[in-house]
């Protein structure tokens, strides 16, 4: 078990561990799909000849 010491007693403790326990599976849990849309466009030119 890992002593803390923060500033502020055991409620201090008590609230950063229950933070950082609930952020974590928060955090892995996030869609993490690339938000990028690519929009191309070509101008196309037909020439005949004439």
Do not use: I, Y
């Not at 502020?8 to 799909?33: F, I, K, Q, Y």
Request: glycine share 8%; with cysteine; hydrophobic share 45%.
């Amino acid at each position: 078990m890992v002593c803390l010491r923060l500033p502020g007693g055991s409620c201090m403790a008590v609230l950063t561990v229950t933070l950082m326990v609930l952020s974590s599976p928060l955090a892995l849990a996030g869609d993490t799909r690339p938000r990028f849309l690519e929009e191309v466009k070509f101008e196309c030119h037909f020439f005949n000849g004439t």
